[in-house]
Every structure is written in C-alpha cells, then in structure tokens.
C-alpha cells in the first residue's frame, strides 16, 4: 500500500500509518460502530407498523417530550446564568475566583449516580433546599421541576466553558471606542460586547442540551419516575429493556439518537457559518 | 447605570477609576452579578457536593467505617478499580494509535475518522449499553451461540468493561490530536533521520512530547470510567457483590433506603471527583500550551 500507488494520502518519511490506523479503525468498529449499527438494525427489524406504535404510543410521547422540553428548559436556564459566571470569571477580580472557576467543572468529575442522590436529597420536602421552598408550596424533587435542576446540574460547564475563551479574547479597542464615543456601558455591552459571543453562546447550549436529553444517573433519584409525568426517556429505555422488550427500547433509543445527531450536525453549521463571520470562535 | 447615559469628561477622573468607567460596570452591577453567580453555584454545586459529606457522616465514623468495609461494597470498589485498570490502559493504546495517525499524516476520510472518534460523546449512556445488550443479550444477535458456547458477556464482567470503554472511548484521543498536531512532525523527523529506529522514535522523542496531555486524558478517562452509571446499569444486571461497580452499589443501597452508606459509598467517589478536579485545575495552570484544545468534556 504504497502512497504512489493509492492517492488517498499524502507521501511521508514516518513509519507506523497502517499500523494506527489499523489499530484505531478495528477499535472504532468492533466498540462503537458496529454495536450502533446493530441498534438501528434492531429497530429497523420491528417493522413500519410496530415503530409507529411504538413511536406514538402516549408513555413514549410523553417521555420524549419531557426529555426534550425539560432540556431545553435547563439549557435556557444555563445560558442565561452559564454567561453571567462567563463574565464575572473573565472580567471581574474577586476573592475565590479561581476556585470556582476551577469548581465549574464539577459536573465532569463528579459521577453521575453520586450528584442524583445529592440532588434528591437537598430538594427533597425535608432537605436543605426543599425545606425553605416547602412552605411556598413548590415541590421540586420528585417532580418534573426535579428533573429540571438535574439537567441544570449536567449543563452547566458545557455553557461556561465555550463562551469563556470567546469572552477572553474579546478586543479592548472596540470597547474603548464604543464608549468614548458616547454608548452607554449597557448599549456598548449589547450591541459591541455579546453579538461576537453569541455564537459561542448558542454552541454552548446545543451541547448542554444535547447532553441533558440523553441524561440518565443525575436524573432518575430526584425525578420520582412516574409514567406520563417524570418519566424521561432514557428511564423508559430502561424499562423496555427490563420487561425483554428489545425492538421497543431500540425505536425509542433511535429517535433520541437521530434527534440528537441532527443537533450536533446544527452545531458544526453554526460553527462553520461563525467562523465566516467572526474568524475562529 | 445612570452615570453612563452621557459622554464621559475623562479628564474630570483620576485615571484608574477612568479605565474602570470606560470599559467595566459600576462597583454595585459587578457586586450584583458576582452574588448571582455565587448564589447559582450554592444551589447547583456547592450544597449538593457538601450534602454527599455531610449525609455520609450522619451516623459517625463508625457506621461510615462500617458501610465501606462491608464486604459488597469491597467487591464494588475491586470492580470498579478493575473496569478502570482495563479500560483506561485500552483507551490509552487506541488514543495514542488515532493520534499518531491524525496528526502525523494527511489522508482522505481524516474528519470523518474524528467525528467517528467523538462519537459516543453524543450518545445517551443507557444508549451506551443497550447496543451490548442487543448484540450479547439472550434475545441478542450472538446471544444463543454465546449460551450455547457457556459465555457470559451481558449481566457480567465482559459487558461492563465493554459500555465502559464505548463511553470512555474518546477521552484520551481527543486531548491527544490537537496537541500533536500543534508540534508537527519535525522532531521525529530529526530523530528518524539521525538513525533511531520507528519505535525509539516514539518511546523518546514522541511519547515524552505529549506525556502532560496524554496524563490530563487519562484523568478525565479514569474518573468517567469509574464513575459511569447509565451504561453500566444496563448491562451489570446488578447482581450484588458480583457484577456491582461503586456507582450502582451507592444505587442500590439508596432505593434500599440505606441513605447513609449510600452516601458513605458516594464520598468516595466525590473524594475521587474532588482529587480529579485538583489535579486537573493544577495542569491546566502548569501545562496551559499542551492542553488549550478541549476543555469541555
């Protein structure tokens, strides 16, 4: 396999292409590849009338539609305090800056089944949170609300940690020039500070949302796990799995797993179109 | 921000606070927006990360002692080091192979291989381990040759180790290319040409190039690969004792309504949660150029 022969690489003096790649292809496909390709077999095999069954069926829906919704929820929610804490690490000078910039990343870190059996038990009635949120009457473990502040949880580094190398590279000059020549602080924030971020800001978020949809651990201790209201899609998943029901866990897995690659392939179009616009984001 | 509504006579200002009016908020929005980050993180990190110690030390040293030296929860904190001695050592081959690969050569197909790699990233957990099950499972492709042969893969050892790597897979190889890709080929060049054979290359002149990004993927690769959840669960089959990593150990004890030795488990994990965030914080202070690419995952 000579590069002379075969143009599909470009000719060079180091040893050892075939070998890694070789190594790395096989690995690909026997671990990931192969094993997602029997998936969508699995599911193609139940059949047009059974996947639309399945697909439509009340608890699918309504498990779809809290993944979906409830993502979207906490991906606003990280956005909008995600950005605040991008700032204030950026910009500001505090005491204790560094460790919680440091701190932010605590949800890679922290195992997934540990931070669920924490949440559930601040926001449950009787903990930390939920005790002084009892009296107003507003339930959050054990809720849809419940399920909210898990995915908050998961989302929030994805958030912080795009915009922040965007926010510090940010140019001085224009900022300078904007107030000098009359914008107020809020106007020169809005209209000369964010729009270079905002595409940072909404990669950000597909990825929290991303993420949040197929979130398991964090999730099912404070979510109660009732079908039709705090059931999310992964659990239901499970469920099927449980109950020997493999074409059924392997529709529902199919639609979460086509959802989420067409978010992805959006990220990779916002990325390509920012770069356009405002050179490397 | 009323100050800000009319343009400033700098002049009229000491030049300190001039700089801070032209280009920062006033002392209260900086105070404002410095209390609603602290009081987010309070509610989404800090409460829940110190209720893990406070709940695991409810009943005192000694039931804690107790909790973790019980011999199932032994058995899980093997597993657990055992899916992690296997599985960080595998990605570590496969990411040094893919790397070496995507940085050192150019050839068609190049980003494909990459979103190939950054797969599983996007990829639910429990998604993770379903695809083991439906190809290992009873009811799988290879089920009945696998019962027929007397092998277990699903509800064992096997399928966890292999929704282990699947989630870890892309750890070490996506800190890995950038970073080769920044130092080029020039260096392994010198040495090839100087006589040093293919492996000697890449044992002196390779490998130590990378070695502070390769440890920083290996940190985030073991702490995912002991902490997994979703994956494991589905294929454990949570046979206690047997089949339990720590994660679905503090699981089960929790819907057993043994909070605290769940908690008493879960302390180890944020403990290792805690030592991973340390060490990385210090790398990425030390080793900023090796380890710029990446930091979300």
């Known amino acids: 396999m000579t590069a002379t022969v075969f143009r599909w690489r470009e000719p060079s003096i180091l040893p050892g292409f075939g070998l890694a790649l070789g190594i790395t292809v096989t690995a690909l496909s026997l671990i990931v590849l192969i094993p997602l390709a029997a998936l969508f077999i699995k599911a193609a095999s139940a059949g047009p009338a059974d996947i639309w069954a399945v697909a439509t069926s009340p608890r699918t ?54 931070a669920g059996i924490a949440l559930a038990a601040i926001y449950a009635p009787n903990g930390w949170v939920g005790s002084l949120l009892a009296p107003y009457a507003i339930k959050v473990a054990y809720t849809p ?32 020039a904007a107030a000098l020549l009359g ?13 270079p971020v905002l595409p940072a800001l909404l990669t950000g978020f597909v990825l929290a949302f991303a993420r949040a949809v197929g979130e398991y651990g964090s999730v099912i201790f404070i979510a109660g796990n009732v079908p039709m209201v705090s059931e999310i899609a992964p659990l239901l998943i499970v469920i099927r799995l449980e109950q020997f029901d493999y074409a059924g866990a392997a529709v529902v897995a199919t639609i979460m797993l086509l959802l989420s690659f067409s978010l ?4 990779n179009l916002i990325q390509a179109s920012a770069r356009r616009r405002f050179g490397d984001v | 921000m009323s100050d800000a509504s009319l343009p400033y006579q700098i002049e009229d200002l000491a030049p300190a606070r001039a700089a801070r009016r032209v280009k920062g908020e006033s002392r209260i929005v900086q105070f404002v927006l410095v209390a609603i980050s602290l009081l987010f993180l309070c509610l989404f990190l800090f409460l829940p990360l110190i209720s893990v110690f406070v709940e695991a030390g409810a009943r005192g040293w000694h039931a804690y002692r107790e909790a973790i030296l019980e011999p199932d929860a032994l058995a899980a904190i093997r597993l657990t080091l055992l899916i992690a001695a296997i599985a960080v050592p595998f990605n570590v081959i496969i990411g040094l192979a893919a790397a070496w690969a995507i940085a050192k050569f150019e050839f068609r197909g190049k980003s494909l291989l990459i979103s190939f790699i950054d797969l599983p990233f996007s990829v639910s957990p429990v998604i993770s381990g379903l695809v083991f099950v439906l190809l290992f499972g009873a009811q799988g492709y290879f089920g009945p040759w696998l019962a027929a042969n007397d092998l277990k893969i699903i509800f064992a050892v096997p399928g966890i180790l292999l929704a282990t790597i699947f989630v870890t897979f892309p750890f070490v190889a996506r800190e890995l290319i950038p970073h080769m890709q920044s130092l080029g080929s020039a260096d392994e060049e010198t040495a090839l040409t100087l006589g040093a054979s293919p492996w000697r290359t890449f044992f002196t002149v390779t490998l130590p190039n990378v070695k502070w990004s390769l440890f920083y993927g290996v940190l985030l690769c073991n702490a995912r690969a002991m902490g997994e959840f979703g994956a494991v669960a589905v294929v454990s089959g949570k046979i206690r004792g047997v089949t339990t990593t720590m994660p679905l150990h503090v699981e089960i004890l929790y819907n057993e309504y043994m909070g605290a030795a769940a908690f008493a488990v879960a302390s180890l994990l944020a403990g290792l949660a805690l030592v991973t965030l340390v060490l990385k914080t210090v790398l990425e202070w030390h080793f900023a150029d090796a380890i710029a690419a990446s930091r979300r995952h």
């Open chain 1, 61 to 114: 829906l309504a498990a779809l539609k809290l993944s979906f919704f409830g993502a979207f929820f906490a991906a606003t929610v990280n956005a909008v305090f995600g950005l605040i804490l991008a700032w204030v690490l950026v910009r500001y000078d505090f005491p204790g800056r560094r460790l919680i910039d440091a701190a932010v990343d605590l949800p890679f870190a922290l195992p997934t089944a540990v």
């Open chain 1, 145 to 176: 609300l419940g399920v909210m502040v898990a995915l908050i949880f998961i989302g929030l580094p994805f958030v912080v940690r795009t915009i922040q190398p965007v926010l510090e590279e940010l140019p001085a000059d224009i900022e300078e």
């Open chain 1, 183 to 195: 914008a107020s602080r809020w106007r020169t924030v809005f209209t000369v500070l964010l729009p």
């Open chain 1, 264 to 267: 992805i392939l959006l990220v």
